[in-house]
């Protein structure tokens, strides 16, 4: 068995204005074929004008066991949002 | 999909009633399961196993198409018969990326391939004789596909999911490009009528069997169907399959080679005559009249590309080298 080839995440922009978006992933050699390949592989009918490539071993994610723990103590801080303040019709919109 | 992480990795799970329990819950309440989640095991297996087929049945499925390219009888067939194919390649990749996620790695899989371990789909062990077979193999075999593509887009498995929906984005060119050859056929010449009939006569039972096993045979169905892998059994989506296909060719004028076919008004769909599960499992197995030349032609496209995959990360290789020994 030879070495493997390295992953890659692919990130897209639709168009302009828009954020790169990942798509999936692919195996390439080195960034320049990753690229091409991300061309072919996830833009064959005009899904974007813009591609990132990242090693995907360059990626720290979150923990899942965690998640709790990191998302959650957001769910009662309600005051956050604009909704919690009353503000009397009259004022008009705000 | 962040998978490299995870490739090796022991899937193993505790799997006590109460992690099992959870982990039900979480699925009837129609949550997505992500790679990193904890899953049972066995969660884990069934998806790497149909991931896996799925994503063989795509780089398979390229080979008898790809048979008629140099053969499209015109420049406009040629180039929807390339860009068909190409799609096939490309869905095999977004499926082999979702499998890797679970921890699976694209050598174990294309391994797995060239040794006859993994299966992938029966149909891709039939010739295409003629060029009739490409209108057909889209019409039919793209249509049996969709059927059973649509639901897994609403697959628990994130990764699984997300690519079915770029898969069946794309699938839809397929069939319909398909279903125009056959239509052209069938307006055609007596003899171009006469060799769609041909076509159907020898794809429509192979495209039946690609739905599987009858329910009460299929092995894996009640677990997958618990887990929502699967929303609809093998029988479900072979009636539904049925239903959608024959106003199609009776607007071809083509006749479906089943006697036994007829309308039943009580259901409100077709019964159909005996399938022939010898010959399905025959194929399964291997004895498909093209299996041979199927897994030889995917071990030369690996054996010839190695070097190519060998000199690619050592170009790699020796860039880096001289980008640090430029710093």
């Known amino acids: ?94 | 999909m962040y998978s490299q992480g995870l490739i090796g990795a022991d899937g193993r799970t505790e799997e006590t009633p109460e992690f099992l329990e959870r982990f039900q819950r979480r699925i009837d309440a129609e949550e997505k399961i992500e790679p990193k989640d904890e899953m049972p095991e066995g969660y884990r297996r069934t998806l790497v196993r149909q991931i896996g087929q799925h994503a063989h049945s795509e780089i398979v499925g390229m080979l008898p198409e790809g048979n008629w390219i140099t053969r499209a009888p015109s420049l406009r067939r040629k180039a929807a018969l390339l860009a068909k194919v190409q799609d096939e390649g490309g869905h095999g990749l977004y499926l082999y990326s979702a499998a890797e996620t679970l921890g699976v790695s694209r050598e174990e899989m294309t391994e797995e391939l060239l040794s006859g371990k993994a299966k992938y789909s029966s149909i891709f062990n039939y010739p295409t004789l003629s060029w009739a077979d490409m209108g057909t193999v889209g019409w039919l075999v793209d249509g049996a596909a969709i059927m059973n593509q649509i639901p897994l887009c609403r697959c628990s498995f994130g990764p699984y999911a997300r690519a079915m929906i770029r898969v069946c984005k794309e699938e839809s060119f397929h069939q319909r490009q398909g279903y125009e050859i056959v239509m052209t056929l069938a307006q055609g010449t007596p003899a171009q009528k006469a060799m769609a009939q041909d076509s159907l006569n020898r794809w429509w039972w192979p495209s039946l069997m690609m739905f599987g096993p009858h329910d009460a045979d299929s092995q894996h169905s009640d677990q997958s169907m618990a887990w929502k892998i699967k929303r609809f059994t093998n029988d479900e989506l072979r009636q539904k399959f049925i239903d959608a296909t024959v106003p199609q060719a009776e607007y071809l004028g083509l006749t479906i080679p089943d006697p036994d076919l007829k309308w039943n008004e009580a259901k409100g769909g077709y019964d159909h005559g005996p399938i022939d599960w010898d010959e399905f499992w025959r194929v399964v197995k291997g004895h498909g009249p093209m299996a041979k030349d199927r897994i030889k032609a995917r071990k030369k496209a690996w054996d010839d590309g190695a070097w190519v995959r060998e000199a690619a990360l050592a170009h790699a290789e020796k860039r880096r080298a001289r980008k640090i020994a430029a710093e």
């Open chain 1, 1 to 94: 068995m030879t070495a493997t080839t390295p992953l890659w995440e692919v990130f897209i922009r639709p168009r302009n204005g828009l954020a790169h978006k990942h798509v999936g992933s692919l195996h390439a050699a080195d960034e320049v074929m990753a690229l091409q390949s991300a061309r072919d592989v996830y833009t064959r009918r005009g899904e974007g004008n813009s591609i990132w490539v990242v090693p995907s071993a360059a990626i720290t994610a979150s923990d899942p066991d965690q998640t709790a723990e990191n998302f959650e103590p957001t769910a009662d801080k309600i005051y956050r949002h604009p909704t919690f303040y009353e503000i009397p019709d009259e004022v008009g919109h705000m």
